[in-house]
């Protein structure tokens, strides 16, 4: 069951509309900051390739479960009454969705003018590409950050879905929230954020739009100077086929890389002469591939030369300075990042397994009103899965 309130958002009631990818994390996040998240998902609902066990299953941890059968007009009654005394509505589905069930941005502002309505989309609310199908990989495409990614001589590829559901999908789906909690202390009046993947994505290559509008930047993959192209911004096999990362872009400490490689005199002095760096990408592998990961890492930690191993997940969990910051907690036989950012005052805590609804008090529904409700099927009262 989530833990007692606390943090910065405690009070803060939140209707989070079941779904995949952007919005669940954002769920996770602000539950972990204090909020009161309920989860609703439809009664009828599976989840075939996502069939997590509850204890590791952060697309609801934090959560209560409120199983509703939005088929019946009951059921969509139901939820735009909580929606009439929530903070926020959280929704990832496609423009339309929730206007067909009677619950859109008019109806519930209409209910709620404090009402917070957070749409998460891949392409936003309007556009010609507003209602298509998309993932990730597809946001990406269309943003122009794909193009980017991968190396020079091959094809894009996908950074997980990092960059678009959760870089460029719930972080500013989050900020949006957060923004719209500030003015509506100022003005009282909620408002609806349009959150898109593509417009986030974009907004994240910012820099880079930059970049090429000034001539430093080229449209080739990896022959630039963040994308692999430069030899001291790229990974290096090791003698036990791991990888070490190296990333020395400044003068300083690309020197100390080089003087502990070591590097030839040669190399050492022309770092940014591009004429020179096939010779520096061949002299630094060589020299890399001539130890193990381990060797790499005692020679290398400790100094300002800018270069890490490739860990894995369990290995970062294990690092010494992951462990002293306890960036990763274990709950359940289950290790997981902590909850970030950090806040001094108002502390985030982990949050724990999500449990079924159980009653609706403070979105004033009764118990009796509650039970009944179960007993009619509009609602579910089993345990999540």
Known sequence: MPAERHGPLSGLLVIEMAGLGPVPLAGLMLAE???????????????????????????????????????????????????????????????????RLGVGPDEARARNPKLIYARMTGYGQEGPLARQAGHDLTYLAYSGVLSMMGPAEGKPVPPLNLVGDYGGGTMFLLTGILAALVERGRS??????????????????????????????????GRNLLDGGAPFYDTYETADAR?????????????????????????????????????????????????????????????????APVLTLEEAAA??????????????????????????????????????????????????????LAAAGIIGQSEPE
């Open 33 to 99: 900051m204090g909020a009161s998240v309920l989860r609703i998902e439809r009664k009828d609902a599976a989840r075939p390739f996502l069939n997590l066990p509850p204890e590791m299953d952060l697309e609801r941890h934090g959560r209560r479960i409120l199983k509703l059968d939005l088929k019946q007009e009951a059921g969509r009654t139901l939820l735009l009454r909580l929606v009439g005394r929530a903070d926020l509505l959280m929704e990832g589905f496609r423009p339309g969705v929730m206007e």
């Open 188 to 221: 009282g009046l909620g408002q609806v954020v349009d959150a898109a993947m593509t417009d986030g994505a974009s907004m994240l290559a910012a820099p880079f739009f930059s970049f090429v509008a000034a001539g430093i930047w080229s449209a080739a993959r």
């Open 243 to 307: 990888f070490m990362a190296v990333a020395c872009l400044e003068p300083q400490f690309f020197a100390e890389f080089a003087r502990l490689l070591p590097l030839g005199e040669a190399l050492a002095g022309n770092q940014y002469d591009r004429a020179v760096w096939p010779q520096m990408r061949d002299a630094i592998a060589r020299r890399i591939a001539e130890r193990t990961q381990a060797e790499w890492t005692v020679l290398f930690e400790g100094t300002d030369a800018c270069v």
């Open 319 to 372: 690092h010494p300075h992951n462990r002293a910051r306890a960036v990763h907690a274990t709950k359940a036989g289950f290790t997981r990042p902590a909850p970030a950012p950090r806040l001094d005052r108002t502390p985030l805590r982990l949050a724990g397994e999500a449990g079924a609804a159980g009653s609706l008090k403070e979105f004033g529904v009764g118990p009796e009103e509650f039970d009944s």
